[in-house]
Nanobody, 128 residues
Framework: VQLQASGGGLVQAGGSLRLSCAASGGFFSGYVMAWFRQAPEKEREFVGNIKWSDGSTHYHDFVKGRFTISRDNTRNTMYLQMNSLEPEDTAVYFC??????????????????????WGQGTQVTVSS
């Protein structure tokens, strides 16, 4: 499975960005996909995840309703819509996939070690 993240960029505080993660190479409905982020000198941080089968989602508390994860089954693509961006959201954003996560409760799948496949990351910079 290959994941390709895109859509990052520079945006002013209060602005919006939409990230995409395109999956290829044997992708199946039992997957759970997730977004993580990593700021300089900080650990990789869970943002949210989604079950590919039914589109159910779970988010980290810091999202506070600002971010929305969705997926397009026909394009095997996951999205992260980010609104009301803050300078603290500046980070490299990664998408990840867990091939066997489908049966599990999404909050159990917050650890990066749960995910077998990773995209290359896309930089998001929010200026104040």
């Amino acid at each position: 499975v290959q994941l390709q993240a895109s859509g990052g960029g520079l945006v002013q505080a209060g602005g919006s960005l939409r990230l995409s993660c395109a999956a290829s190479g044997g992708f199946f409905s039992g997957y759970v996909m997730a977004w993580f982020r990593q700021a300089p000198e900080k650990e990789r941080e869970f943002v949210g995840n989604i079950k590919w089968s039914d589109g159910s989602t779970h988010y980290h508390d810091f999202v506070k309703g600002r971010f929305t994860i969705s997926r397009d089954n026909t394009r095997n693509t996951m999205y992260l819509q980010m609104n009301s961006l803050e300078p603290e959201d500046t980070a490299v954003y990664f998408c990840a996939a867990d091939p066997s996560g489908g049966p599990f409760y999404l909050p159990y799948l917050e650890g990066p070690y749960k995910y077998d496949y990773w995209g290359q990351g896309t930089q998001v910079t929010v200026s104040s």
